[in-house]
Protein backbone atom coordinates (compact mmCIF):
# COMPACT_ATOMS: atom_id res chain seq x y z
CA UNK A 1 0.00 0.00 0.00
CA UNK A 2 1.52 3.59 -0.71
CA UNK A 3 0.51 5.87 2.23
CA UNK A 4 -0.78 9.59 0.54
CA UNK A 5 -1.31 12.03 3.55
CA UNK A 6 -4.46 15.21 2.86
CA UNK A 7 -3.72 17.98 4.57
CA UNK A 8 -7.72 18.68 5.29
CA UNK A 9 -9.91 21.15 7.08
CA UNK A 10 -12.30 21.65 3.57
CA UNK A 11 -15.32 20.66 1.62
CA UNK A 12 -12.89 19.10 -0.93
CA UNK A 13 -10.47 17.37 1.16
CA UNK A 14 -13.19 15.30 2.58
CA UNK A 15 -14.31 15.00 -1.08
CA UNK A 16 -10.73 14.15 -2.28
CA UNK A 17 -10.61 11.70 0.16
CA UNK A 18 -14.00 10.22 -0.87
CA UNK A 19 -12.50 10.38 -4.71
CA UNK A 20 -9.23 8.20 -3.63
CA UNK A 21 -10.59 6.08 -1.22
CA UNK A 22 -11.69 3.92 -4.26
CA UNK A 23 -8.46 3.35 -4.93
CA UNK A 24 -7.34 -0.02 -3.00
CA UNK A 25 -3.57 0.41 -3.97
CA UNK A 26 -3.47 3.44 -1.80
CA UNK A 27 -3.59 3.65 1.86
CA UNK A 28 -4.71 7.49 2.50
CA UNK A 29 -4.76 9.67 6.02
CA UNK A 30 -6.86 12.77 6.21
CA UNK A 31 -4.82 15.42 8.80
CA UNK A 32 -7.30 17.89 10.85
CA UNK A 33 -6.16 20.56 12.51
CA UNK A 34 -8.94 19.96 15.31
CA UNK A 35 -10.05 23.82 15.44
CA UNK A 36 -14.10 22.15 15.62
CA UNK A 37 -15.09 20.32 18.53
CA UNK A 38 -17.00 17.89 16.30
CA UNK A 39 -15.04 17.28 12.84
CA UNK A 40 -17.15 16.27 10.13
CA UNK A 41 -17.26 12.65 8.98
CA UNK A 42 -14.48 11.61 6.54
CA UNK A 43 -14.37 8.61 4.54
CA UNK A 44 -10.98 7.85 5.45
CA UNK A 45 -8.74 7.79 8.11
CA UNK A 46 -8.34 10.68 10.12
CA UNK A 47 -5.65 12.07 12.77
CA UNK A 48 -6.17 15.12 14.31
CA UNK A 49 -3.60 18.49 16.38
CA UNK A 50 -0.62 19.46 14.74
CA UNK A 51 2.14 17.84 14.04
CA UNK A 52 4.91 19.99 15.63
CA UNK A 53 6.20 22.39 13.01
CA UNK A 54 7.87 21.50 10.06
CA UNK A 55 10.27 19.23 11.93
CA UNK A 56 7.30 17.26 13.10
CA UNK A 57 5.59 17.12 9.52
CA UNK A 58 9.12 15.84 8.35
CA UNK A 59 9.22 13.20 11.25
CA UNK A 60 5.60 12.24 10.48
CA UNK A 61 6.18 11.57 6.68
CA UNK A 62 9.32 9.28 7.43
CA UNK A 63 7.96 7.22 9.93
CA UNK A 64 3.98 6.60 8.17
CA UNK A 65 6.19 6.02 5.08
CA UNK A 66 4.13 8.61 2.99
CA UNK A 67 4.58 8.98 -0.54
CA UNK A 68 2.32 12.08 -1.69
CA UNK A 69 1.18 14.77 0.21
CA UNK A 70 -2.04 16.69 -0.95
CA UNK A 71 -2.67 20.42 1.09
CA UNK A 72 -6.34 20.62 0.71
CA UNK A 73 -5.99 23.21 4.00
CA UNK A 74 -8.08 26.35 3.54
CA UNK A 75 -6.58 29.41 1.74
CA UNK A 76 -6.65 30.98 4.81
CA UNK A 77 -4.45 28.33 6.41
CA UNK A 78 -0.68 29.72 5.33
CA UNK A 79 1.27 28.56 7.88
CA UNK A 80 0.50 24.62 7.70
CA UNK A 81 0.88 25.20 4.25
CA UNK A 82 4.22 26.69 4.93
CA UNK A 83 4.89 23.84 6.69
CA UNK A 84 3.81 20.96 4.03
CA UNK A 85 5.92 23.32 1.51
CA UNK A 86 8.75 23.22 3.92
CA UNK A 87 8.64 19.43 5.21
CA UNK A 88 7.65 17.67 1.91
CA UNK A 89 11.04 19.53 -0.08
CA UNK A 90 12.96 18.56 2.85
CA UNK A 91 11.46 14.69 3.10
CA UNK A 92 11.91 14.76 -1.09
CA UNK A 93 7.84 13.63 -0.88
CA UNK A 94 6.00 14.88 -3.45
CA UNK A 95 3.31 17.80 -2.71
CA UNK A 96 0.46 19.15 -4.34
CA UNK A 97 -1.57 21.94 -3.43
CA UNK A 98 -5.25 22.40 -4.20
CA UNK A 99 -6.91 25.63 -3.51
CA UNK A 100 -9.98 26.97 -4.82
CA UNK A 101 -9.84 30.05 -6.72
CA UNK A 102 -11.07 33.23 -4.91
CA UNK A 103 -13.77 35.48 -5.65
CA UNK A 104 -13.77 38.20 -7.80
CA UNK A 105 -15.79 41.40 -7.12
CA UNK A 106 -18.47 41.78 -9.67
CA UNK A 107 -20.51 45.15 -10.98
CA UNK A 108 -22.76 45.89 -7.72
CA UNK A 109 -20.61 44.10 -4.62
CA UNK A 110 -19.03 47.11 -2.56
CA UNK A 111 -15.61 45.40 -1.40
CA UNK A 112 -13.09 46.92 0.99
CA UNK A 113 -9.78 44.77 0.84
CA UNK A 114 -8.43 44.45 3.98
CA UNK A 115 -4.37 43.32 3.83
CA UNK A 116 -4.61 41.96 7.68
CA UNK A 117 -7.48 41.54 10.19
CA UNK A 118 -6.03 45.02 11.88
CA UNK A 119 -6.96 46.51 8.57
CA UNK A 120 -10.41 44.74 9.05
CA UNK A 121 -11.32 46.16 11.64
CA UNK A 122 -9.99 49.04 11.17
CA UNK A 123 -12.26 49.52 7.62
CA UNK A 124 -15.44 49.59 9.67
CA UNK A 125 -14.34 52.96 11.15
CA UNK A 126 -14.91 55.06 13.93
CA UNK A 127 -18.94 55.14 14.17
CA UNK A 128 -21.09 52.47 15.27
CA UNK A 129 -22.03 50.11 12.63
CA UNK A 130 -23.99 47.01 12.58
CA UNK A 131 -21.22 44.00 11.51
CA UNK A 132 -21.34 40.07 10.29
CA UNK A 133 -18.49 38.89 10.91
CA UNK A 134 -18.18 35.15 9.33
CA UNK A 135 -14.46 34.99 10.45
CA UNK A 136 -12.85 31.92 12.48
CA UNK A 137 -12.20 32.46 15.79
CA UNK A 138 -8.92 33.62 15.95
CA UNK A 139 -10.07 36.66 13.54
CA UNK A 140 -13.24 37.41 15.49
CA UNK A 141 -11.19 38.16 18.72
CA UNK A 142 -9.50 41.17 17.34
CA UNK A 143 -12.87 43.30 16.42
CA UNK A 144 -12.88 43.93 20.71
CA UNK A 145 -10.47 46.48 19.78
CA UNK A 146 -13.72 48.43 18.20
CA UNK A 147 -16.14 48.08 21.16
CA UNK A 148 -18.86 50.33 19.33
CA UNK A 149 -19.71 48.11 17.05
CA UNK A 150 -23.21 46.18 17.24
CA UNK A 151 -22.01 42.56 16.23
CA UNK A 152 -23.36 39.42 14.37
CA UNK A 153 -20.94 36.51 14.24
CA UNK A 154 -21.23 33.31 13.15
CA UNK A 155 -18.97 30.24 13.50
CA UNK A 156 -18.56 26.53 13.83
CA UNK A 157 -18.17 26.14 17.35
CA UNK A 158 -19.49 28.77 19.90
CA UNK A 159 -17.10 31.70 20.61
CA UNK A 160 -15.97 30.99 24.10
CA UNK A 161 -15.12 33.11 25.92
CA UNK A 162 -17.47 35.53 23.80
CA UNK A 163 -16.25 38.55 22.13
CA UNK A 164 -15.62 41.43 24.85
CA UNK A 165 -17.47 44.15 23.62
CA UNK A 166 -21.11 45.10 24.77
CA UNK A 167 -23.17 44.05 21.54
CA UNK A 168 -22.65 40.83 20.12
CA UNK A 169 -25.10 38.20 18.58
CA UNK A 170 -24.00 34.97 17.74
CA UNK A 171 -25.36 32.29 15.05
CA UNK A 172 -23.82 28.67 15.13
CA UNK A 173 -23.76 26.93 11.39
CA UNK A 174 -21.42 25.15 9.49
CA UNK A 175 -22.65 25.82 5.93
CA UNK A 176 -23.34 25.46 2.69
CA UNK A 177 -25.17 28.60 3.00
CA UNK A 178 -27.15 29.90 0.37
CA UNK A 179 -27.46 33.22 -0.77
CA UNK A 180 -31.70 33.78 0.30
CA UNK A 181 -30.74 32.54 3.86
CA UNK A 182 -27.86 34.89 4.60
CA UNK A 183 -30.37 37.83 3.00
CA UNK A 184 -32.77 37.29 5.21
CA UNK A 185 -30.45 36.46 7.98
CA UNK A 186 -28.69 39.90 7.38
CA UNK A 187 -32.06 41.81 6.96
CA UNK A 188 -33.03 40.55 10.49
CA UNK A 189 -29.82 41.96 11.78
CA UNK A 190 -30.26 45.07 9.96
CA UNK A 191 -26.26 44.02 8.55
CA UNK A 192 -24.91 46.96 7.21
CA UNK A 193 -20.83 45.86 6.29
CA UNK A 194 -20.17 42.01 6.28
CA UNK A 195 -16.62 41.22 7.37
CA UNK A 196 -15.02 38.04 5.46
CA UNK A 197 -12.29 36.34 4.19
CA UNK A 198 -11.73 35.30 0.32
CA UNK A 199 -12.52 31.48 0.78
CA UNK A 200 -13.94 31.35 -3.19
CA UNK A 201 -16.12 28.41 -3.62
CA UNK A 202 -19.86 28.16 -3.34
CA UNK A 203 -20.18 27.34 0.27
CA UNK A 204 -20.06 30.58 1.76
CA UNK A 205 -20.70 32.79 -0.92
CA UNK A 206 -24.23 33.54 0.29
CA UNK A 207 -23.25 36.55 2.12
CA UNK A 208 -20.98 38.10 -0.79
CA UNK A 209 -24.39 38.05 -3.10
CA UNK A 210 -26.82 38.44 -0.30
CA UNK A 211 -24.30 41.48 0.75
CA UNK A 212 -24.54 42.49 -3.07
CA UNK A 213 -28.33 42.40 -3.50
CA UNK A 214 -28.87 44.37 -0.08
CA UNK A 215 -26.22 47.14 -1.57
CA UNK A 216 -23.70 46.56 1.73
CA UNK A 217 -19.87 47.23 1.73
CA UNK A 218 -18.08 43.85 2.52
CA UNK A 219 -14.69 44.36 4.40
CA UNK A 220 -12.54 41.72 2.15
CA UNK A 221 -9.54 39.98 4.01
CA UNK A 222 -6.85 39.40 0.95
CA UNK A 223 -5.82 35.61 1.13
CA UNK A 224 -2.13 35.58 2.90
CA UNK A 225 0.86 34.51 0.15
CA UNK A 226 0.87 30.47 -0.03
CA UNK A 227 3.96 28.87 -1.28
CA UNK A 228 4.86 28.62 -4.52
CA UNK A 229 4.02 24.66 -5.28
CA UNK A 230 2.39 22.54 -7.80
CA UNK A 231 -1.34 23.70 -7.75
CA UNK A 232 -4.95 22.90 -9.19
CA UNK A 233 -7.87 24.60 -8.03
CA UNK A 234 -10.03 21.57 -8.12
CA UNK A 235 -10.76 17.85 -6.96
CA UNK A 236 -11.03 16.35 -10.27
CA UNK A 237 -7.72 18.04 -11.40
CA UNK A 238 -5.92 16.53 -7.75
CA UNK A 239 -7.11 13.22 -9.12
CA UNK A 240 -5.79 13.55 -12.53
CA UNK A 241 -2.46 14.51 -10.91
CA UNK A 242 -2.46 11.72 -8.17
CA UNK A 243 -3.44 9.05 -10.85
CA UNK A 244 -0.85 10.27 -13.02
CA UNK A 245 1.91 10.70 -10.15
CA UNK A 246 0.87 7.17 -8.53
CA UNK A 247 -0.63 5.37 -11.56
CA UNK A 248 -3.13 2.97 -10.01
CA UNK A 249 -2.43 -0.77 -9.50
CA UNK A 250 -6.19 -2.15 -9.05
CA UNK A 251 -9.59 -0.55 -8.56
CA UNK A 252 -12.22 -1.19 -6.47
CA UNK A 253 -15.57 -2.51 -7.49
CA UNK A 254 -15.89 0.22 -10.30
P1 LIG B 1 -2.67 27.72 10.16
O1 LIG B 1 -2.61 29.03 10.85
O2 LIG B 1 -2.11 27.62 8.81
O3 LIG B 1 -1.99 26.58 11.04
C1 LIG B 1 -1.62 26.72 12.39
C2 LIG B 1 -1.16 25.37 12.88
O4 LIG B 1 -2.28 24.49 12.98
C3 LIG B 1 -0.19 24.66 11.95
O5 LIG B 1 1.12 25.14 12.13
C4 LIG B 1 -0.39 23.22 12.35
O6 LIG B 1 0.27 22.96 13.59
C5 LIG B 1 -1.88 23.16 12.64
N1 LIG B 1 -2.65 22.73 11.47
C6 LIG B 1 -3.31 23.50 10.55
N2 LIG B 1 -3.93 22.73 9.65
C7 LIG B 1 -3.65 21.44 9.99
C8 LIG B 1 -4.03 20.18 9.47
N3 LIG B 1 -4.83 20.06 8.37
N4 LIG B 1 -3.53 19.06 10.07
C9 LIG B 1 -2.75 19.15 11.17
N5 LIG B 1 -2.37 20.32 11.73
C10 LIG B 1 -2.83 21.45 11.16
O7 LIG B 1 -4.17 27.20 10.08
P2 LIG B 1 -5.44 27.36 11.05
O8 LIG B 1 -4.98 27.88 12.39
O9 LIG B 1 -6.21 26.10 11.03
O10 LIG B 1 -6.33 28.40 10.35
C11 LIG B 1 -5.89 29.51 9.65
C12 LIG B 1 -7.06 30.11 8.92
O11 LIG B 1 -7.75 29.12 8.15
C13 LIG B 1 -8.11 30.71 9.82
O12 LIG B 1 -8.58 31.84 9.15
C14 LIG B 1 -9.17 29.66 9.88
O13 LIG B 1 -10.45 30.21 10.16
C15 LIG B 1 -9.12 29.13 8.48
N6 LIG B 1 -9.73 27.81 8.38
C16 LIG B 1 -9.09 26.71 8.85
C17 LIG B 1 -9.70 25.49 8.74
C18 LIG B 1 -9.05 24.24 9.30
O14 LIG B 1 -9.69 23.17 9.29
N7 LIG B 1 -7.80 24.27 9.75
C19 LIG B 1 -10.95 25.38 8.15
C20 LIG B 1 -11.58 26.52 7.68
C21 LIG B 1 -10.95 27.73 7.81
P3 LIG B 1 1.77 22.35 13.66
O15 LIG B 1 2.68 23.47 13.30
O16 LIG B 1 1.87 21.91 15.08
O17 LIG B 1 1.84 21.21 12.69
Excluded: C
Excluded at 61 to 90: G, K
Excluded at 129 to 143: H, I, N, T, Y
Amino acid sequence: MRHVLILGGTAEARQLAGRLVRRRDLAITLSLAGRTAVPAEQPVPVRIGGFGGPDGLAAYLMAQQIELVIDATHPYAAVMSAHAAEAAARSKVRLLALRRPPWTAIDGDLWIEAGTIGDAVRALGAAPRRAFLALGRKEVDAFAAAPQHDYLIRSVDPIDPPLRVPRARYVIGRGPFGEADDRALMARHQTNVVVAKNSGGEATYGKIAAARSLGIEVVMLRRPVLPAVTAVETVQDAVGWLDHELPPITERGV
